[in-house]
């Protein structure tokens, strides 16, 4: 480190060599976590990214990145180690969103957990007919279980629900006509839309109706001899409220069938529970839609089923056999592991309080105010007790989503814990939740970074305490440091 003003040559001769950080003490008590190659490739990168930053770096930073020979080989050190850590880590969801598409969507439960440790450990009969004992289907593990919970003809399952939507227009409509509300014509995350999903499988595009008001006239104005399908799509993230109409799905059902037409109904998060029973919003219901007479339903199933990610597609058994010989179908089937905790999970609804004792989703969305508040209160104590001056939490009520396109409308009472540090602003406090092991992800509100408690498990509080107090120490440190420049 050099006393007076700092030059940019200065702080590049002040780094250590690749072999000085890998000979010093720190390095080696690592090499023990890492192999030598990757440690050397780590540095190397680290290295460079520094070296980038102190060229590019305004004159007036360059002081920050004045650090004698210890404090870079620490730095260097810490930026390795943090490109060695694996790319998907798991983190506490401390948003209050449940279903958080960025975050991993449905969390299992414990019987899908070991159901895929049993089959990721063992062989399995996946494809194999253990009463014939030739090749059998894999689909028959959930199909029987989705047709009895729902009275569907028939059941089949691929990789997700754009994936079910696809395969079944592909197969239905090919080079014909798919007929829809336009105000259904959502775009959800990611960039999906309908009508880009509708081109890619060769069906095309009938728009009826406008934004906010679509009348049974339209629907019947537009049927012609190239109709294909009449499609029928959840708003999933949206809603449009005020001056609205639509045409309800036995409607459109009694419709098609005069006409000889299938209708097919993208219920997007999927549901096998009257949601109505917990106090929420009417969600329409797997069952409800199939009763209606339509001939295909498709939906998630990490959404409000909250199983692993798959697209499930149920109704009649000609048209779900038809899908399962299109050709797509090789490339959308899923895997053991899913199918797996898939049978999982939907063996909970033969009971729906068993379902939402150990669905996590359905847990986390049944939970009381009272239950999240005495969280809430028990994080904030250890908060406070521990962490370091400066620091502060208060709780107070808020409010939480469901998330993952479910329930746009739907806010759930919960209790969050504000968390505000002297002279650290908010961004600067999520950045360091961000960086934290394991990571933290919360939401902003007003300069306060605040943690909701809802999405945030018993066993988890103990480790957000300890988290905070983490972050707290090593920014009270920095800001000493910095002041000290």
């Known amino acids: 480190m050099v006393e007076g003003p700092v030059t940019r040559q ?36 680290a290295l ?26 620490q730095k260097i050190l810490d930026e390795s180690e943090r490109s060695l850590k694996p790319s998907l880590r798991a983190l506490i969801n401390a948003t209050g969103i449940i279903i958080h598409t960025n975050l991993g969507r449905s969390l299992l439960g414990e019987e899908a957990l070991r159901a895929i440790h049993e089959m990721a450990s063992r062989y399995s009969n996946l494809e194999f007919d253990l009463a014939a004992g030739r090749r ?15 009275g569907a003809e028939a059941a089949t399952v691929v990789n997700n629900n754009a994936g079910a939507v696809l395969i079944a227009l ?10 829809v509300s336009r105000g259904e014509l959502v775009e959800i995350g990611g960039s999906f839309r309908m009508p880009d999903v509708m081109a890619q499988s060769g069906a095309h595009l009938v728009e009826v109706g406008t934004t906010n008001k679509t009348h049974l006239p339209d629907y019947e104005a537009a049927i012609g001899p190239e109709t294909g399908l009449l499609l029928k799509v959840h708003p999933s993230n949206f809603r449009i409220l ?17 006409n000889g037409i299938p209708v097919m109904n993208d219920l997007g998060s999927g549901c096998l529970l009257d949601l109505s029973d917990l106090g929420m919003e009417p969600e329409p219901t797997v069952q409800q839609a199939l009763s209606s007479g339509v001939d295909l339903v498709a939906f998630s199933g990490d959404k409000l089923l909250g199983g692993p990610q798959a697209g499930l597609i149920l109704g009649k058994r000609e048209l779900v056999e038809r899908i399962r010989k299109n050709p797509l179908n090789r490339a959308l089937r899923i895997d053991k592991l899913t199918l797996a905790a898939l049978e999982a999970t939907l063996r909970m609804y033969w009971d729906p309080s068993i379902a939402l004792q150990r669905i996590p989703t359905l847990q986390m969305m049944a939970t009381s105010d009272k239950r999240v508040r005495q969280r809430a209160r028990r994080l904030a104590r250890r908060i406070n007790k521990e962490a370091p001056r400066g620091l502060r939490a208060q709780i107070r009520p808020d409010l939480s989503r469901v998330g993952g ?3 746009p409308l739907l806010q759930l009472p919960t209790w969050v814990v504000g968390i505000q540090m002297e002279d650290v602003s908010a961004v600067r406090l999520n950045r360091a ?12 509100q007003k300069e306060e970074v605040l943690l909701d ?19 707290g120490s090593a920014l009270l440190a920095s800001l000493s440091t910095e002041a000290s420049n």
């Not at 890998?22 to 190659?37: F, G, I, N, T, Y």
């Not at 930053?53 to 020979?69: D, G």
């Not at 939740?433 to 902003?444: G, H, K, Y």
């Not at 408690?453 to 972050?471: H, K, P």
Request: net charge negative; aromatic share 2%; proline share 4%.
């Open 170 to 179: 592909n197969t239905l409509a090919k080079g014909m006509e798919v007929v």
């Open 48 to 73: 460079s990214q520094i070296r980038e930053t102190i060229v590019q770096a305004k004159v007036e930073n360059l002081p920050a990145l004045n650090l004698n020979r210890s404090g870079w080989i």
């Open 10 to 45: 200065d702080c590049l001769r002040a780094l250590p060599s690749v072999e000085e950080v890998l000979q010093s003490d720190l390095a080696m008590e690592r090499l023990e976590a890492a192999p030598r190659s990757e440690l050397l490739s780590a540095i190397r990168a």
């Open 136 to 150: 059998g289907s894999r689909y028959v593990h959930v199909e029987g279980l989705l047709c009895r919970l729902t």
């Open 453 to 471: 408690l809802r999405t945030v498990r018993d066993d988890e509080v103990s480790v957000l305490a300890r988290i905070v107090g983490e972050v």
């Open 433 to 444: 939740f961000r960086e934290a092991t394991p990571p933290v992800i919360v939401r902003i």
């Open 242 to 258: 005020g001056f609205t109409e639509d045409v309800p799905l036995d409607v459109i059902v009694a419709l098609g069938q005069r």
């Open 405 to 407: 396109g479910s329930l």
